[in-house]
Structures are given as structure tokens and as C-alpha cells.
């Protein structure tokens, strides 16, 4: 796959810290604080996206599209402590599917229980300012998106997102489990990471893009299994496929379910916030539903699953958008595997399959299964754990994806 591997680490570890020597003063930050500080935080730009649209750069045309996003996973003690705090930065490298010849920003406070302050922040080395400020604090539960910054961001390539906190509180927001090294630095050395860290969305100018397809999922869209660093989990493989005529955004969260929350907000209550929200959305794509069979407490009603995804296909038809599903794909070999378990999945799929669930499907089951023993991931494809696929394995789900069907505005209820 052409795709991978830019000059990220370069980036992260020589510009981005020569950037940031240059940054403003923590005094900045003071613009943001004090008894009125919560009511100026939330009259900042919608992070929705048509209300996020208008911002372009002057005398330009085209649309803001989201080309990266993850999703707010969890508010976890932030290990990396020092003594001299005013030196520790992120630098969350992500990996784009379009470009654009501006960017902005969405950073998160979701999980924090006290305000979050960014005395600084940059996109590839560019200086990134709120409402005109270089520095900008982020209420408890709350979020907030940049200006744009005239930067050019390229398709199909690694971007890093620099930032300074100059504070330890926390919790701090995070996207676990990531696949995407990326960093964190303090006075005694820079640390490698494995989490994307308040960073959840970045947003291009673009003339020429169609839209953003938004995937919402689990460890299977996430990428659970994928080799670190290749960009080799499904979505990445739609968006090589789609050339940069559609945005793909991945807000796949290992472990989530649909109906209980777990690792994650379960998917019903973040669907609002991780992909009708999202700038530019166009379609949605939802592959869904295995962790709410097999994970305990197990969900032993297929049709609670079923109708919980036609719930979903119903609120984005209810901004405009097509919606394509997936079946669910074998696991037996995985410890909680048993056979009823897998009846369940199997009737979710037949369900699915007969349509009316959304208004297109593709058969992932199908498409990942042993035809010797279809109750099991084809050897090939198995990750070695018999849940999780492989690069391979990701590899055929993005390869299943009939691009047609993602902008095919007829409701259909027929296999891809």
C-alpha cells in the first residue's frame, strides 16, 4: 500500500520543538480565565459542521471537511509529571486522507474535571489561534475549535499537532490504543505514546473533496491488530481506494458497544458528537454490534441489536445522510466464544441482510470468514487472537467497500 510513513517523527522531534521555543507566554492564557471565562468558552465557534463551514480563508472557495478525527475514548492520570510543567508538550501525530490548503483544530476536555489550558499550539510547526488568541483554556466536559490557519496540509500523509500545557490536571482526554506513535516531552527527554491526547478532529479547506465519510465502530474499525505506524486499518484502506474525492474519519473505539457503555460512551449516545457532528459528513458507515454479543454482560436479544442500529440509520437520515452497515464478522477461538453467543451474531446478520437495517450493507462476514468453518476468521486474516484481524485482514474489509454505495443517494437494501 503506497500510502505511510511521511517524515513524522523528523517533524515531532526538530520543528516541533523549535516552534514551540518560539511560542507565546503563559500569560496568554489569562485571556481565557477568570468569572467569565465559561460563557466565552462555549460561544466559540459551533464544532458542528455546517456551522463550522463559513470560516474559510479569504477569497477562496470550498468546503471544510474533516480529514482525521478520533474519538474521545477516556480521562486517564497523566503519567508523564515533571517539575518544570511549563515545558512539557504533545505532539499527537495523525494521518490524513485529504488535503486541503488550510487546517483547523478540535481539542477536547471531555473526561477533564478541571479546566484544560493550552498556552500554545501548532499544525506542522504553524502557530494555531482561538478566537485570536495563542493560548486558550478548555472547560471541564467542554471542547473548542481553532481559528484556521493557513498551513498546506497533504492528502494521504502524517501531520503532527503540537501542544503545550502548562498545567498536570487532569484527567486527561484520550484516544487509547492508537496504532500511531506519537509524543509527549517533558524537561528530562520526549517519551513515545501509543494515545492521541485532546486532539480529536482536524479540519482542511478543501475544493475539490466531495465530503467526509464518517466510520463508526469498534477494536475492528479502530484497528486492533494493525501493524503500528502503517495506517493499515480498514478505513485508511476506503481512503487510499477514494483517491481523495471523499474525506474517511475513523471514530472506532476498541471495545465500545451500541447499548452499555464500557471502553467508551456506547455508540448510541456518541453518535451525535463523533459522526453527525463531524465537518462535511456526507455518509456514515456503522460496524457495530460484536462487543454487544460477546462481551459480559452479553446481549442475548438480537433484535435489541438490530433495532439499536435502525436507530442510528434513523437519526442520520434525519440530517440528510446515507447510511451503509456491516455484518458481523466470526469469532470463534476467542475465550468468550460459545455457540449461542454465536447464534446471536449469526441472527444480527441475517437481519441485516434482509434489509431495512440501513440502506446499504457490506458483508464483512462474509468477506472474513473460513468458508472450511465459518464460525472463524480465515486463518490469513487472523491477528492470532480470533477476533481481530490482521494487515491482510483489514486489508479485504476495505477492499469490500463498493465506493458507489457511499454516495449512491437511493436507499438499497442489497449485499455489497
Request: proline content about 6%; overall charge neutral.
Amino acid at each position: 500500500m503506497p500510502r505511510r510513513q511521511g517524515y513524522a517523527l523528523h517533524i515531532a522531534l526538530v520543528a516541533g520543538t523549535a516552534a514551540l521555543a518560539a511560542g507565546v507566554a503563559f500569560a496568554g492564557s489569562l485571556l481565557f480565565t477568570g468569572p467569565g471565562a465559561r460563557s466565552q468558552r462555549i460561544a466559540a465557534p459551533d464544532p458542528r459542521g455546517v456551522a463550522r463551514t463559513p470560516a474559510a480563508p479569504a477569497h477562496s472557495t470550498g468546503l471544510w471537511l474533516a480529514t482525521w478525527a478520533a474519538a474521545p475514548a477516556a480521562g486517564v492520570t497523566d503519567t508523564y509529571h515533571s517539575n518544570d510543567l511549563s515545558r512539557r508538550t504533545i505532539r499527537n501525530v495523525v494521518h490524513t486522507s485529504i488535503g486541503g490548503d488550510a487546517a483547523r483544530i478540535t481539542l477536547s476536555n471531555l473526561f477533564g474535571t478541571n479546566p484544560l489550558v493550552i498556552d500554545h499550539a501548532t499544525v506542522n510547526t504553524r502557530p494555531v489561534t482561538f478566537r485570536g488568541a495563542g493560548a486558550v483554556t478548555v472547560a471541564a466536559g467542554g471542547q473548542i475549535v481553532s481559528d484556521p490557519v493557513v498551513v498546506p496540509v497533504a492528502a494521504d500523509a502524517d501531520l503532527v499537532v503540537t501542544l503545550r500545557t502548562p498545567t498536570a490536571q487532569g484527567p486527561v482526554t484520550i484516544h487509547p490504543g492508537t496504532h500511531q506513535t506519537s509524543y509527549v516531552e517533558d524537561e528530562r527527554g520526549t517519551w513515545r505514546t501509543t494515545d492521541w491526547r485532546y486532539l480529536t478532529a482536524v479540519d482542511v479547506h478543501n475544493g475539490s473533496a466531495a465530503g467526509t465519510i464518517a466510520v463508526i465502530g469498534d477494536s475492528l474499525t479502530a484497528g486492533s491488530g494493525s501493524t503500528l505506524d502503517a495506517n493499515s486499518r480498514w478505513p485508511d484502506v476506503l481512503a487510499d481506494r477514494l483517491g481523495g474525492r471523499y474525506a474517511v474519519v475513523n471514530a472506532g473505539i476498541a471495545g465500545n458497544r451500541i447499548l452499555r457503555d464500557g471502553r467508551g460512551v456506547r455508540a448510541s449516545a456518541r453518535f451525535d458528537r463523533d459522526v453527525l457532528d463531524v465537518a462535511g459528513v456526507k455518509t456514515v458507515v456503522i460496524a457495530l454490534g460484536i462487543n454487544d454479543v460477546q462481551q459480559f454482560p452479553q446481549e442475548t436479544d438480537p433484535q435489541r441489536i438490530v433495532d439499536a442500529l435502525h436507530s442510528l440509520t434513523r437519526r442520520a437520515h434525519a440530517r440528510g445522510l446515507r447510511v451503509v452497515g456491516a455484518t458481523l464478522m466470526p469469532y470463534e477461538g476467542f475465550h468468550t466464544w460459545t455457540p449461542a453467543r454465536n447464534a446471536v451474531r449469526e441472527r444480527v446478520n441475517e437481519l441485516i441482510r434482509a434489509g431495512g437495517v440501513f440502506d446499504s450493507f457490506i458483508d464483512f462476514d462474509e468477506a472474513a470468514r473460513d468458508p472450511f468453518h465459518p464460525t472463524r476468521l480465515l486463518p490469513a486474516y487472523d491477528c492470532g487472537d480470533h477476533l481481530h484481524l490482521n494487515d491482510t485482514g483489514y486489508r479485504r474489509l476495505g477492499s469490500r467497500v463498493d465506493l458507489a454505495s457511499l454516495e449512491d443517494n437511493t436507499p438499497a437494501s442489497g449485499a455489497l
